[in-house]
Every structure is written in C-alpha cells, then in structure tokens.
C-alpha cells in the first residue's frame, strides 16, 4: 500500500532531508548507520543492518548504550509482525529488605544493574532472522573499537556530562576518560578491550556473556564492589519473544512491546486522542498540542499506577487499552482547561533507537539503552563492559506491582514502535529515544506522520513538548511562543528548556513505507543520519 505524503516541506529548523530508497537504515550515529547499510550491501537483510548498526553503537555511542545494556525490537519478516523483550531481571537477592537496608535504589553502582540483555536481543534476533554469520555483523562495531573512531560533536558534549558525574564510579575512568578527560569532539577514541569482548560475544553466540568467561568477571566484578549478582543470575537469562500490543489509530493499528515496556501509554494516549477526533485542529496549533498533553497526562498516570513485569500486573494490557476505557479516560479531558489527573480504574476484563529496511519488506524497529546517560557508571575492568542502571526503574513502595523483588524486570522507559495499515500491511518503524520522553514521542510522531501526513524528516524535526508530572510541560525553545503563552492561559505550567535541556526530547527515527521504496528520516537533535540505496 502506498502512502501519499500529504506534506512534503521542512517547515521547522533543520539542515536535513527525507532519504528515500528500497533499503535504509537510520540510527542517531553516522558511522552506526553506515555498519547497516554495509551489511545491506554485503547481501543481508535488515535484521543483520539492525545488529551491526546496534553492536556498532555500543563504541561510538557509548553515552546511550553499551554491551550491558538491555533491548527490544519488534520485526516485521515480510509475513508477520514478531516483539522481542530481552530486557534483563534483577539479580536473586534483590529483595525489598536488602535495599531497606541501602536505604532505597541507587542510580550508580552495582547496586542498580540488573542482568543485561541486550547481548541476548542480537543472538535472538540474528538466529531467527539473519542471513549474515554473526561474526560478520559485529565486524564493523569490532574494526572502530580497535582502531578508533573521530568522536562526534553531541556525543562528545554528553560523554563530558557523564564523566562529571560517573568518573568515580568503578572501572568507569579507565575506560571511558582516556588521559583523565571525555575525548573531544573530533578526537580518535579507542577501547581494545570492547573490541575483544565483542569478538568473544560474536565467536560463542552471547554463551560467553551468559554463561563463560564475560560472566565470571562480570560477577567477580560485583562482588568485589558490593553487589550481588551471580553466576546462576546471568545463565538464568533469557529473550522473550513476547508478541506486540495494539492500538487502533485512524486508518492504522499501532504496535509497542507488551509491558514491562512504557509503550502502552502511547497506545493509551493514541487511543483517546482518537476517540476525541484528533488531527481536525491546525497540527501546531494550541488545541490539538492541548489535547496531546492531556491524554498523555491520563496515560501517565495509569502507567505509573499498573505498569511492571507483566507477571505481577494486577490489570492486563487489554484492560488498559479497553476502548470504553478510553472512552471514559478521554471524557475527563477539558478542551479548555489543564488538569492534573490520577490514575483510573480498568475494569477486568542516555537510549539509542534505529530502524532499519529492506527490499524484501523486511522491517525492523530496534532500541537498545543504558537508562541514565551511560548507566550505573560501572564498567568491568579489561572489558569495555558498561552496565546499565536498570534497577533504578523499580519502586521499594511495599505492594506496589512495579515493587523491587527478586527475578523481576523492571518497568522500562525504552520501547520500539511499529504502525500497520488497516488491512494488516507494514506501514512504519519508528521510536523517540529519551526515558519518559519516549512514549510521548511516539505520540507525536505518529500523529504528525499517520494523522497529519507529515513526512518523517518533518516529524522529527519539529519541537516538542514533554509532560513533567502535575500541569508542568516542557517545551523546546524553537516551540511556537504564541502557543506558549495560550497554554498558559490554559493552565499548563509551561517551562521553556534551553541547554542541555534539548537532549531530554529525545532523538527520534522513522522508517516509512511508500509502495516499493521507504522514506526516512533522522532527528537533528542528534549525531546521527538516514542513509540509503
């Protein structure tokens, strides 16, 4: 099915255009994006661009992922729309006591990693679904890890934030703070030690990460800092093909990984905002961004309320995403007026995000994350192995459902997102990387690209706005004033972040199909780019 792009202008701030061809690949680092398309041109598919632009990253975007980061994705394989979670579980003896006695979760340390599971998402992945042997995919992360790479100039001013705050952290330094400082923009960084470890990953298939010699030393490493992660915690791990859950959405049905993902409450907010009739008001203009905000603010609050291992929810996602809830949910919202709601009552019933796609239709929508910047600060030492801080998603309020336990994943901010058309063909791979930024970007951009027909570089250029508990929304500087000011008048507690600020509004990528070609387009707000043949 064909789309007809209704907009083919770049009406916001932004030096970029659409790439269009018959394969892409677009990731928020140039050389990442390049490893893609290499292995496109070496005769693979998209799950094998997917993987050597993710392993990629890990080195030259290190201050959103690393080798101990988790993972999803959501695969459409020409015939059939496939969700993975690998997202890890916390460690055994990750009881409520045993952090009473911390006195809550930490964000930095062992203390806040739970099993990582991003290792797992590319052996998942690439057995099921690539062409190309594994050891191939992750040459090119392998060849920029051993000989260097020029640092760019975003990742460069984050990795400076980092090293302010985690430099202290074990192993952190020695890795990361070459000659005692972040490398600068432009300057060559080299890690030995990450290239070894993705060689002895891609040699034994992750069974080294899990299982051998990579998870001895991640555990030795624990405990010798004061953590209790095992050997029995790693070989426990396992991906999850887990499905997708849906949301109708006009004339598509929107796809996000099942909980413990953030992604329904995209759907939820999508979901309201349809039965509302949004997309009739100017796209931004005050009373369609008004509407956005409240119904994400709804979402929110139920997400906080219910959202955890999907194990231990006390509601299901389709009760969450039950129509007449939603209904209900959407009535609250004042067209005039900003609220500050709580949660309802369903009746029973620093992240890197990429796509990637082929000629044979083959599309992939793949993220992969640390959580804060470059995680818990923690890097085992002659490795390059940097842990994420997962454990920090937890809550240590006693009944809660997303209750820090043993074996339990934490409720995650990262998710992929995927549109279908109606009649069930692919229509979108798409993501907005950014912890709580994310759910709300996939809101904007499916509304600007499936309701307003935007074209996907124009989607992810324009400003944004985040919700940010109570009435209070941030909204980037280049946001129309005029609007500001109209939503203060509506009782939003509008706060205009400059600086550093920009990065907390995510980087977003999209993929779109348009008959036998896909348009792409790549977020300005990062390093990255679309490319393609």
Same mark, same amino acid.
């Given at each position: 099915?064909?789309?007809?792009?209704?907009?083919?202008?770049?009406?916001?701030?932004?030096?970029?255009?659409?790439?269009?061809?018959?394969?892409?690949?677009?990731?928020?680092?140039?050389?990442?994006?390049?490893?893609?398309?290499?292995?496109?041109?070496?005769?693979?598919?998209?799950?094998?661009?997917?993987?050597?632009?993710?392993?990629?990253?890990?080195?030259?975007?290190?201050?959103?992922?690393?080798?101990?980061?988790?993972?999803?994705?959501?695969?459409?394989?020409?015939?059939?729309?496939?969700?993975?979670?690998?997202?890890?579980?916390?460690?055994?003896?990750?009881?409520?006591?045993?952090?009473?006695?911390?006195?809550?979760?930490?964000?930095?340390?062992?203390?806040?990693?739970?099993? #990582?599971?991003?290792?797992?998402?590319?052996?998942?992945?690439?057995?099921?679904?690539?062409?190309?042997?594994?050891?191939?995919?992750?040459?090119?992360?392998?060849?920029?890890?051993?000989?260097? =790479?020029?640092?760019?100039?975003?990742?460069?001013?984050?990795?400076?934030?980092?090293?302010?705050?985690?430099?202290?952290?074990?192993?952190?330094?020695?890795?990361?703070?070459?000659?005692? !400082?972040?490398?600068?923009?432009?300057?060559?960084?080299?890690?030995?030690? !990450?290239?070894?470890?993705?060689?002895?990953?891609?040699?034994?298939?992750?069974?080294?990460?899990?299982?051998?010699?990579?998870?001895?030393?991640?555990?030795?490493?624990?405990?010798?800092?004061?953590?209790?992660?095992?050997?029995?915690?790693?070989?426990?791990?396992?991906?999850?093909?887990?499905? @997708?859950?849906?949301?109708? =959405?006009?004339?598509?049905?929107?796809?996000?990984?099942?909980?413990?993902?953030?992604?329904?409450?995209?759907?939820?907010?999508?979901?309201?905002?349809?039965?509302?009739?949004?997309?009739?008001?100017?796209?931004?203009?005050?009373?369609?961004?008004?509407?956005?905000?409240?119904?994400?603010?709804?979402?929110?609050?139920?997400?906080?309320?219910?959202?955890?291992?999907?194990?231990?929810?006390?509601?299901?996602?389709?009760?969450?995403?039950?129509?007449?809830?939603?209904?209900?949910?959407?009535?609250?919202?004042?067209?005039?007026?900003?609220?500050?709601?709580?949660?309802?009552?369903?009746? #029973?019933?620093?992240?890197?995000?990429?796509?990637?796609?082929?000629?044979?239709?083959?599309?992939?929508?793949?993220?992969?994350?640390?959580?804060?910047?470059?995680?818990?600060?923690?890097?085992?030492?002659?490795?390059?192995?940097?842990?994420?801080?997962?454990?920090?998603? &937890? @809550?240590?309020?006693?009944?809660?459902?997303?209750?820090?336990?043993?074996?339990?994943?934490?409720?995650?901010?990262?998710?992929?997102? =995927?549109?279908?058309?109606?009649?069930?063909?692919?229509?979108?791979?798409?993501?907005?990387?950014?912890?709580?930024?994310?759910?709300?970007?996939?809101?904007?951009?499916?509304?600007?690209?499936?309701? /307003?027909?935007?074209?996907?570089?124009?989607?992810?250029?324009?400003?944004?706005?985040?919700?940010?508990?109570?009435?209070?929304?941030?909204?980037?500087?280049?946001?129309?004033?005029?609007?500001?000011?109209?939503?203060?008048?509506?009782?939003?507690?509008?706060?205009?972040?400059?600086?550093?600020?920009?990065?907390? =509004?995510?980087?977003?990528?999209?993929?779109?199909?348009?008959?036998?070609? /896909?348009?792409?387009?790549?977020?300005?707000?990062?390093?990255?780019?679309?490319?393609? &043949?």
């Amino acid at each position: 099915m064909t789309n007809l792009i209704k907009d083919w202008t770049l009406p916001y701030a932004s030096n970029r255009s659409p790439v269009l061809g018959r394969n892409v690949v677009s990731t928020s680092q140039p050389l990442a994006a390049q490893a893609g398309l290499s292995m496109l041109l070496a005769g693979g598919n998209a799950v094998d661009a997917a993987l050597a632009a993710a392993m990629t990253l890990t080195v030259v975007e290190p201050t959103g992922c690393g080798i101990g980061s988790d993972g999803f994705a959501i695969v459409w394989d020409g015939k059939e729309l496939h969700g993975l979670n690998a997202s890890g579980r916390s460690p055994a003896g990750w009881t409520p006591d045993y952090f009473a006695q911390l006195g809550g979760i930490p964000e930095k340390g062992w203390n806040a990693v739970t099993v #990582p599971g991003a290792v797992s998402a590319w052996v998942a992945l690439s057995k099921r679904f690539g062409k190309l042997p594994f050891t191939q995919v992750a040459r090119p992360a392998i060849d920029y890890a051993r000989n260097g =790479f020029p640092v760019s100039p975003t990742i460069a001013t984050l990795w400076e934030l980092g090293g302010k705050k985690l430099g202290d952290q074990p192993g952190f330094a020695e890795c990361f703070l070459p000659g005692g !400082h972040a490398p600068r923009a432009g300057e060559v960084f080299r890690s030995e030690a !990450h290239a070894r470890t993705l060689e002895e990953i891609a040699e034994t298939m992750g069974e080294s990460f899990y299982r051998g010699a990579l998870a001895r030393k991640m555990v030795e490493h624990s405990r010798a800092c004061g953590g209790v992660m095992s050997e029995e915690d790693l070989a426990a791990h396992q991906a999850d093909w887990v499905g @997708t859950v849906s949301q109708k =959405f006009g004339d598509s049905v929107i796809h996000e990984i099942p909980p413990n993902g953030q992604g329904i409450a995209a759907l939820m907010a999508l979901g309201m905002l349809d039965e509302l009739g949004a997309g009739s008001q100017p796209l931004d203009g005050v009373d369609s961004v008004h509407l956005q905000i409240e119904a994400m603010k709804l979402a929110f609050a139920d997400l906080h309320q219910y959202n955890a291992d999907l194990d231990h929810m006390r509601v299901t996602p389709a009760q969450l995403l039950d129509r007449d809830y939603l209904r209900e949910r959407a009535s609250l919202i004042d067209p005039k007026l900003a609220g500050a709601p709580g949660c309802g009552a369903p009746r #029973p019933g620093g992240t890197v995000y990429l796509a990637a796609a082929d000629a044979s239709g083959m599309m992939v929508s793949f993220i992969q994350s640390n959580y804060m910047g470059f995680g818990s600060g923690v890097v085992v030492p002659g490795t390059g192995i940097s842990l994420q801080n997962r454990g920090h998603g &937890f @809550t240590t309020e006693a009944g809660h459902a997303n209750q820090v336990g043993p074996r339990k994943r934490p409720s995650h901010t990262i998710i992929p997102a =995927f549109a279908m058309h109606a009649d069930g063909t692919p229509q979108m791979a798409f993501g907005v990387m950014g912890g709580p930024m994310q759910s709300q970007g996939h809101l904007q951009m499916a509304l600007r690209v499936l309701r /307003y027909g935007q074209n996907p570089q124009a989607a992810a250029d324009a400003p944004r706005w985040r919700v940010t508990g109570g009435k209070g929304v941030a909204v980037e500087p280049s946001f129309d004033a005029a609007v500001v000011e109209q939503l203060r008048a509506r009782g939003h507690e509008v706060s205009v972040e400059t600086g550093h600020g920009v990065f907390a =509004f995510g980087g977003a990528q999209l993929v779109l199909r348009d008959g036998e070609h /896909y348009i792409a387009g790549s977020d300005p707000r990062k390093d990255g780019c679309a490319v393609g &043949f």
